[in-house]
């Protein structure tokens, strides 16, 4: 039975008087799929991750498993699963005997043992490299046995801490697809750390934005890239053009603009002057640099077939203006957010 992973108004210092590593933090898990903990590194999210699992101790709030208080439960009766960015595989052990060491420390019979490995180098793609030794596997075949191993006792939750993060950029492509097609197999509510967006973007059912501690969004991908309530949401995840100016009471706001949101044009009636700095050829996609009047470098992709279609070139003079933007209050007070109810 899947059941909701829910954390309540979680706060942990680790010295009486500093400012708290995490701070009245809450969100809910998406039952049978994945939620990240994003943000930037000293954002408190592996902190936040590990007093979920139990290995740090929550000074204020609450971590429920469904209706269970699971807060100040030890951690191996909260029957969770983990995966590392340093594989933790044991050495001198062959893949079979890793997976099958949580299995062997529960006592389970010989036959069990052998059946739940065969379905996990099944599931994780290993047939045939169940005698290798960890040092005969690939930096993505050792990851996958860490999942088979993480696998193996059915946990009720599986939690990641930056999976992927020793891995070369292909490999890390490869096992994003992998932990996707696994999470849609397998059903488990996986709860994971990392500072990438775009991996967080293309795997998760609902991410959780962090910073300096605090929980600034949780939502889906879409919802947090199309609908960042905050500036740093908006900067921080995808790219973004930040905007300077005042409104006409003279208060200062921040205008955020997606750089594929940005529009270019040779008619001076459809927008502001700016040169262009810089293009560059991506593929289908130009990155284009220019200067506005007001000397602000933006951000622009546009379709190639657009750019040859105008006949961009450096140094051109063109006129810009957005499609689409947000604009924000702009404080420099540090932002604390609403606590977010889903």
């Known amino acids: 039975m899947i059941r909701t992973l829910t954390v309540e108004k979680l706060t942990k210092r680790f010295t009486l008087k500093g400012t708290p590593a995490i701070f009245e933090s809450s969100f809910e898990a998406a039952p049978g799929g994945i939620t990240t903990l994003l943000g930037p590194s000293g954002s408190g999210k592996t902190t936040l991750l590990r007093v979920i699992s139990g290995l740090e101790t929550a000074d204020e ?4 498993l469904g209706e269970e208080d699971i807060t100040y439960q030890p951690v191996r009766e909260r029957g969770f699963g ?7 595989l044991f050495p001198d052990m062959t893949v079979n005997e890793n997976i099958a060491f949580g299995l062997r420390v529960r006592k389970q019979s010989k036959l069990q043992i052998s059946k739940r490995v065969e379905e996990l180098l099944e599931l994780t793609k290993l047939q045939g490299l169940g005698h290798r030794f960890p040092s005969q596997l690939s930096g993505g075949q050792r990851q996958r046995v860490g999942f088979a191993r993480a696998l193996a006792p059915n946990p009720k939750v599986l939690l990641l801490d930056e999976p992927f993060g020793a891995l070369d950029a ?3 492509v490869e096992l994003r697809q992998f932990l996707r097609e696994l999470s849609e197999q397998t059903q488990i509510t996986t709860l994971m750390v990392t500072h990438d967006q775009e991996e967080a973007l293309e795997l998760s059912d609902r991410i ?4 300096r501690g605090r929980i600034h969004q949780v939502g889906t991908s879409r919802e947090i890239y199309e609908a960042p309530r905050t500036p740093f949401v908006a900067s921080f995840v995808g790219m973004a053009n930040v905007l300077l100016g005042r409104m006409s009471n003279g208060a200062p706001v921040k205008t955020i603009v997606r750089p594929h949101d940005m529009r270019l044009s040779r008619d001076p009636s459809l927008g502001e002057p700016a040169t262009i700095a810089r293009l560059v050829f991506s593929g289908s996609i130009a990155k284009i640099e220019v200067t506005t009047s007001s000397q602000e470098t933006v951000s622009v992709h546009l379709p190639q077939v657009e750019v040859d279609r105008l006949g961009l070139q450096a140094g051109d003079v063109v006129h810009i203006d957005a499609a689409r933007s947000q604009v924000f209050a702009d404080s420099s007070k540090t932002f604390e957010p609403p606590l977010p109810t889903s």
């Open 82 to 88: 983990f995966v590392f960015q340093t594989f933790a």
């Open 170 to 172: 292909q490999v890390r």
């Open 208 to 211: 959780v934005v962090m910073d």
């Open 61 to 64: 709030g609450r971590v429920l």
